[in-house]
């Protein structure tokens, strides 16, 4: 089946320039456009046609990504650099990264894999992931999820990190008063040496 697979240049990320996603036949599905300065720079998504159907979005720290397609937006979430994500809205569970593939986009609910993404030689376009999703609707934004993950890990943006569920009501309290203020890849460093 030609629709449900995307093929997206390994590299487009380190370029920082313009690319184009491609069905499996090599047709283009998407092309996105962005200035590609900093974590910070909206990314748009161009459809086949042309016209703007979409973007990639950071909040205002770039802690989290507005994933925006046609009427609908989610919030892609990085709890761990390199190591979890999040997609509110679809409640994709993504353990990987795009630096070690194959990953899977896992339902919360009940834990079926809707999305797998791997490294494969796409026609005579290079090294390419490729992400093929159970269920045609779902491709557009497993894209812009990737587009968004690729974003984070390139400029090794802040994570939001993970809540310790046994921390004491102190900790808790603490926790939420600081929440959004997000960990560099540095603290993430400290806290693994640490542990």
Same mark, same amino acid.
Request: aromatic share 12%; with cysteine.
């Given at each position: ?9 390994? +590299? %487009? ?46 909040? %205002? ?5 507005? $994933? ?9 979430h990085t ?24 990953? +899977? ?15 494969v030689e ?30 984070? &890990? &390139? ?21 939420? $008063? ?9 603290? $993430? $460093?400290? &806290?693994?040496?640490?542990?």
């Amino acid at each position: 089946m030609k629709n449900n697979k995307a093929y997206l240049p390994k +590299d %487009a990320f380190a370029r920082h320039e313009d690319f184009d996603v491609w069905y499996a036949d090599g047709d283009t599905f998407l092309s996105i456009r962005g200035a590609w300065e900093s974590e910070r720079s909206e990314i748009a998504i161009f459809g086949r046609m042309g016209g703007e159907m979409g973007a990639v979005k950071p909040d %205002a720290k770039a802690l989290a990504y507005y $994933l925006k397609l046609e009427r609908w937006e989610y919030v892609f979430h990085t709890r761990r650099l390199f190591q979890d994500y999040y997609v509110n809205g679809m409640r994709w569970q993504i353990d990987g990264t795009l630096s070690e593939p194959p990953l +899977d986009f896992v339902r919360e609910d009940d834990s079926v894999k809707d999305v797998h993404v791997r490294v494969v030689e796409f026609m005579d376009r290079g090294e390419c992931y490729e992400i093929k999703a159970k269920d045609v609707a779902k491709l557009r934004i497993a894209v812009a999820a990737v587009i968004a993950m690729g974003i984070k &890990e &390139e400029y090794r943006g802040l994570s939001e990190g993970i809540e310790n569920p046994n921390a004491s009501r102190l900790e808790k309290a603490k926790n939420w $008063l600081f929440a959004g203020k997000g960990k560099t890849y540095e603290q $993430l $460093l400290e &806290e693994d040496a640490s542990r």
